[in-house]
């Protein structure tokens, strides 16, 4: 994800109307600068006003475009929402065996989510999900489609192969990445930076994978007794 806390670059015209450009480019700048104010400020102390200031534009063309700070917002999270690519591609993971998949998910995901910027809007939407639950609805969404759906995919072509043994692999996949997650969301939320760094992340993965794979794994049969 590109690094939007950065500050936009000034233009040479003075405040007011963009001059060039076209109307879609115009609104990415604008989008561009109200992530950096959102990241740097938080949606508590983020204004129009600050985001006219970085855009170098005024909030008159702000408002235009956007009816209030909460408006530029979602259109901030729809734009994260909408670039986030898939973790990765099923045919990666077609010949892995279980443990092998399910620790290549679970790194490329946890890196992806450890994205600062990725952090620093999640805790937003997290703080603001009461006033704004559509958007917390849209990130959600975005990550079941981004990484749900493809660990799902891959637990239902195992089940398929008999090398795993699950009722419902929606559920399964969304229970795996939540364990995954556990404390990286922890951190996120109550902004512990030290226990973060701390985490011993191959440990930790290690033991969501044996425990998962514990409750996955096929069960012999009951013994045939011979008469």
Known sequence: MTDTRQAPKTS????????????????????????????????????????????????????????????????????????????????????????????????????????????????????????????????????????DSTLADYLRREITRGTLVLADPDKAAALFLQMVFSELHECWLFGDERALAQLDLDSHLHYVIDLFLLGAAPRPGPASCNS
């Open 12 to 147: 040479a015209h003075g405040v007011g109307r963009p001059k060039r450009g076209t109307q879609a480019s115009r609104i990415d700048a604008l989008i561009n600068a109200a992530t950096y104010v959102f990241l740097r400020d938080g949606y508590g102390l983020a204004s129009i006003d600050k985001v006219a200031s970085e855009a170098r534009v005024s909030t008159r063309t702000i408002y235009e475009r956007f009816k209030n700070k909460a408006d530029l917002l979602g259109a901030v999270i729809r734009r994260l929402v909408d670039r986030m690519p898939t973790v990765i591609a099923s045919a990666d993971l077609d010949g892995l065996e279980p443990r092998s998949a399910l620790m290549l998910i679970a790194r490329t995901s946890f890196a992806r989510a450890r994205d600062p910027d990725s952090a620093a809007l999640f805790r937003i939407v997290a703080t603001e999900s009461n006033r704004f639950p559509e958007l917390a609805a849209q990130m959600r969404e975005s990550d079941k489609r981004c990484v």
